[in-house]
């Protein structure tokens, strides 16, 4: 105890001498091994962050031209940029499809659309409450007193309904708040999906309406993507989706040649190669150009992707196909109030060579609505020249057929015409509901062979795939203008209301099925 007492005694001296006498060499070297870390971790600690704090100045400068650049283009077209719309296939489900059509349509059916139905009204004079509901009816020409309920749908969705030719799909637009959007109903097993949250089919003012390919496992569909438009392909089955123009320009009016191999469109690529903010300024700005209504026409080949123009002529419409090789082209804008034009253009696609089409000897009128037979020989048009308007045949070169002025006196944008598949027959008939004349159809020389007296007037008429019946659209001045969807023989003859015990709002929307 002693010895412990006499060493603790020892060591306090020994520290009391560290402290007070430090030319004593041990206890130096032991306080400057003890002092010397922490100066050098000071040191250490205060020059590690000049370095690195360096950098972060440095990154700061580099960003500050970027910075400094960025208002002269974010905020120029930072009025132009919307959300993208991204895939999804959601609010998904199957329909009650008609048994006769599971698999598919696999012959021809009349699509119409009945909204706002009241079955409790006895009197179709009577006004009723309104409802939100829109019915889709199939309706198989040879047995026309049988209808088939498609699908239950918003009444907001109209005609906006759009129809795989071969039968296998439909596509529709539907209002609903949180269900908003464009929809994929697919007629082989009834699923059914919205593929794209859109809150309408316009897009940037432009209203491109979706088109199915061929073979109905392809929809094209004009879509905003932050600064332009672009054409996507939707698959059928809401597998996915592809971007295919992705320009960066106003890419729109999608249009599928007959063999699927080509897809033409409207584009303004030529004068603005991009609206997407550059850092060089080479960009169409939203405050300094004007938002593109038209554009030149281009062909992208599906197989490989390549695009090429086909005219520099300015279109304003959805640009059509002959057949797999001949695109009509109808250049200008006939609703430009203060210079209306319309020219006829065909292109062959396989030469590469553009043709204008007009009468032989005219040059100073404005050609509407045509419509061409099935093998692009001839076309019944519109024509309104300065002080007269008539309907004229012609031949695809030139030459004058027949011109009526008389019979059908229609006003401007008035017409609306369908060839017969086998183009044998031409039904003529009024547009959206301005029609004063009653079931018109005509031989492929224009003579006229059915010429009624309505009701019920002729609007719309469209003849069948396999060219055996023609429907139209109908009013009846006689019950309060109502319309009705009509159906005839391929001669104008046997009528048939379609709809006369429903009530509401008729929309014929097509035919669908091989």
Request: hydrophobic letters at 35%; one cysteine or more; glycine letters at 8%.
């Amino acid at each position: 105890m002693l010895h412990r007492f006499l060493l603790i005694l020892c060591v306090c001296s020994a520290l009391v001498g560290c402290a007070t006498t430090p030319s004593s060499p041990t206890p130096a070297a032991t306080a400057t091994t003890t002092h010397t870390p922490e100066p050098t971790a000071t040191a250490t600690a205060t020059h590690t962050p000049e370095p690195t704090a360096t950098p972060t100045l440095t990154a700061t400068a580099t960003a500050t031209p970027t910075s400094t650049h960025t208002p002269s283009v974010t905020p120029t077209p930072s009025i132009t940029p919307q959300a993208t719309i991204g895939f999804n296939f959601d609010n998904w489900g199957r329909a009650d499809l008609p048994a006769a059509i599971v698999g598919g349509v696999r012959r021809n059916y009349l699509v119409f659309a009945n909204s706002n139905n009241r079955a409790t009204i006895a009197n179709i004079a009577t006004p009723g409450a309104e409802n939100r509901e829109q019915l889709l009816y199939l309706v198989n020409p040879d047995n026309p007193s049988t209808r088939l309920p498609l699908a239950t749908l918003d009444s907001s969705t109209g005609d906006q309904i759009y129809l795989a030719q071969n039968g296998k799909a439909l596509a529709y637009f539907h209002s609903e708040p949180l269900r908003t959007g464009l929809y994929i109903l697919n007629l082989e097993n009834g699923l059914k999906g919205r593929i794209a949250a859109i809150d309408s089919i316009t897009q940037r003012g432009i209203t491109s309406k979706p088109t199915w390919s061929p073979d109905g496992e392809q929809l094209a569909v004009t879509l905003d993507t932050g600064y332009a438009l672009d054409i996507f392909l939707y698959d059928r089955g809401g597998a996915g989706r592809v971007n295919l123009t992705n320009s960066g320009a106003y890419d729109f009016y999608p249009a599928w040649s007959p063999d699927g191999r080509y897809l033409a469109f409207v584009s303004d690529r030529a004068t603005c190669p991009t609206w997407t903010p550059q850092a060089d300024g080479a960009f169409c700005d939203a405050l300094t150009h004007p938002t593109p209504q038209g554009g030149s026409v281009y062909i992208i080949e599906l197989a490989s992707g390549s695009v090429r123009q086909i005219s520099d002529v300015y279109v304003t419409e959805p640009p059509r196909w002959l057949n797999n090789e001949l695109l009509v082209i109808a250049e200008g804008d006939q609703l430009d109030l203060l210079n209306p034009q319309r020219k006829l253009w065909v292109a062959n696609v396989r030469t590469n060579t553009l043709r204008r089409v007009a009468l032989n000897g005219s040059d100073d009128a404005t050609y509407l609505n045509d419509v061409w037979s099935p093998d692009g020989a001839r076309l019944l048009f519109q024509r309104a020249a300065p002080t007269s308007t008539s309907l004229v045949l012609m031949t695809a070169a030139g030459e004058l057929l027949r011109e009526r002025s008389e019979e059908l006196n229609l006003p401007r944008f008035g017409m609306r015409a369908a060839w017969s598949p086998s183009g044998d027959r031409i039904a003529i008939g009024g547009a959206d509901g301005l029609c004063p004349y009653g079931v018109r159809v005509a031989d492929a020389d224009f003579t006229f062979i059915a010429t009624g007296n309505p009701p019920p007037s002729m609007c719309n008429p469209t003849f069948s795939p396999n060219g055996q019946y023609v429907a139209f659209t109908g009013i009846n001045p006689r019950v309060d203008g109502r319309v009705d969807v009509y159906l005839a023989n391929f001669n104008g003859f046997s009528v048939v209301n379609l709809t006369v015990d429903l009530r509401g709002q008729m929309q014929l929307i097509g035919w669908i099925g091989n």
